[in-house]
Structures are given as C-alpha cells and as structure tokens.
C-alpha cells in the first residue's frame, strides 16, 4: 500500500533532521504537503531557528523551555506573557483575527479565537473589540476556568466555550468562533451541510450542529465539546460556527473558509435547476483516508461505502444500500420448505 504524506508529516521528518530524500519514492502526497514541498525547495528549507509552516511564513519556534501551568508563579507567567515567543501568538491572533473581519466571518465586536499557551493556560481575544483591529498588547492569558492572569483588557466573554474544547481534545492547540453568514444560515435552519460534493469540505472539515444555548454559558461549552471527538467544526443553532485544529490557529480558521465557501457553493448549486450531483462513496472513501492520515476526527471513519455519501435530507430518495443480513441457514426444514412451496404454486395456478 502506498503511503500518504501529510504537510505535518514532512515538517516532522524536517523537525527530528530527516531528509526529504527519504521519503518514499511512490507516496501519495497529499495537497497541502506539495506546496509545502514546493515552498520549502523556494526557500532552501528555510532558516535557523525557524521552522516552515504550509503558508510560507516563518515562526518562532522557541517555546519556554519549562512548560507553563495555572500553578505556575506570577512572575513566570508575566514573563511568559511578554516573550517574543507569546509575541508571536498575539500576532497570529491578529492576523486571524483581520482575516475574519475582511472576510466578513466577523460583525460588530463578534467573534473569539484562544491558542493553547501551556498545559492548561490559554492566550485570547479580548471583549468588546473589533476582530478586525485587535492588537497584540490587547491579549489575554487565562487559566482553563475562565480566570484571567494577564493582559490590560478583559477576555472575551465566550472563552469557556473555547476552553471545554481544549480541556476535552487534549490535540486542540487552537479555536477559532465566529458568523460567517451562509454557514450562520445553515446552523439557523438547524441543517448539517450535505456531503460527497466538494473534495476540501470532505479532507478538512467534519461538520457537527450543536443545539441552542446562551452564548459564553458553561451548558453551551459543554454541548460543543461534546462533539470534537468525530469533529473539528461545529455549527452552533441560531449562532455561528467554532473550530478547532491539531495544527494552529492558521488551521483552525481554514476550517471557517472551507465551510463557509461550502456553504455558498451549495446554495448556488442547488438553484441551477438540476440536482446536484455527487461524487462515488469509493471516492469518497479515498478521501476519507487521507483525512483520516491527517489525524483530523470524521465518524465516518471505518465505515463501508455503502454508508457513506447518504444525503436523504438534499437527495430525496438516495438511502444507503446495506446488503441486508443473511437469513440463519439452521433451523429450515426441507421438507416443510417443499410443502410450503407446493401450497402456494396451487394456489398461484388458481389464480391465473
Ligand atoms: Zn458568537
């Protein structure tokens, strides 16, 4: 079988001082590993004291040698706070943050983004600014509670949420919540989106809906929470969308593009006047697989084909075909068997 290569697991094999050489000849390299690939052959495998990433960019990749907890002293957090390192988190965030304003994925003061900062501390938005133009001194460093040890602003209101997440997937490095208007749309109607259509929607999202509850309440941290074991991005009813990501924040909000570019195409495709159409479930099932090789959740993942690709709610009529169960061959008598077919060919004959 041949192997799949992710994007992750080049910038392993680069991290532990691997050689891209080694890779094997005939692996299936996966979208965003071949502009890795292609980036890092530009730039020469970048530079000391950095560490490539899928965008292009450089980062800092010094992280403090001690791991950082909520027991940690003060003084430790307050360094930590004002590192080049946690610099360079706030700046991330700010640029996440820009992102999802010029996209309009963000109104008002709407919005959150959080990245893990130690083993149960969190660095995050602020309340009552603007997504669009934030800037790195407006951070916020909490403890997995809520509590809040660092930063000249108050953080957002909605952290918890954020926080569940990352207390439950242990893997969540980064969340990313905000409104983007069609996927907004489909969480309003209480719709999860349908599947077998787009190929980057099927590798990089798993859709889940999560009922209403009030925003920033530990009920409706708990209920999303619940859903990160089989997804990555959730579609909260009557209110927006929140992600998490293995990777980084630039990850997490990938997931918002994704969904929501998914969302308007489906919209457009289903007023063309012909159903749409969709691809194989042993497409899919390839899909699945580098997913799956990406260490992104999916519940899909170890079903057969022919339970994949079952939208009854946008293909009425489309059911999944499972071979029914064989009939227990004990117990059947041959001779009532005969006798019960004999009655019925008389009665057949009768009839015609
Ligand atoms: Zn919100």
Known sequence: MRAVISAKDIEDLLAKGGDLKGLPADAILTPSAKDLLRDLVRRGHGTAGTSPNPSGQATISTPPAKPLSS?????????????????????QICDIGRRLWQRAYVDGNGGNIAIRAGEDIALCTPTLVSKGFMKPGDMCLVDFEGNQFCGAKNRTS???????????QLRAV????CHPPYSTGFAVAGLVPPTCMIPEYEVFASVGVAPYRTPGTP????????????????????????????NNVEDAYFKMEILEAYCRTILVSTQLGVPPKTMTPAQLQDLLKIKQSLGIPDPRHGLRECEL??????????????????EPAVGL????????????????????
């Open 309 to 326: 690709c079952d939208n009854e709610e946008w293909r009425p009529g489309v059911t999944c075909a499972i071979a029914p169960k064989a």
């Open 71 to 91: 027991k940690s002293p003060k003084s430790e957090l307050d360094s930590f706070f004002n590192s080049p390192y946690c610099r360079n988190l706030k700046e």
């Open 174 to 177: 980064a969340t990313v919540h």
């Open 219 to 246: 009920e409706m941290g708990k209920l999303v929470a619940d859903l990160t074991d089989k997804h990555n991005t959730i579609l909260m009813a009557n209110h927006g969308v929140v992600s998490w990501s293995h």
């Open 158 to 168: 909605e952290i918890l949420m954020h926080l569940q997440i990352m207390k439950r």
């Open 333 to 352: 008598d041959p001779e009532a068997e005969a006798a019960v077919q004999a009655i019925t060919d008389q009665i057949m004959a009768k009839l015609t």
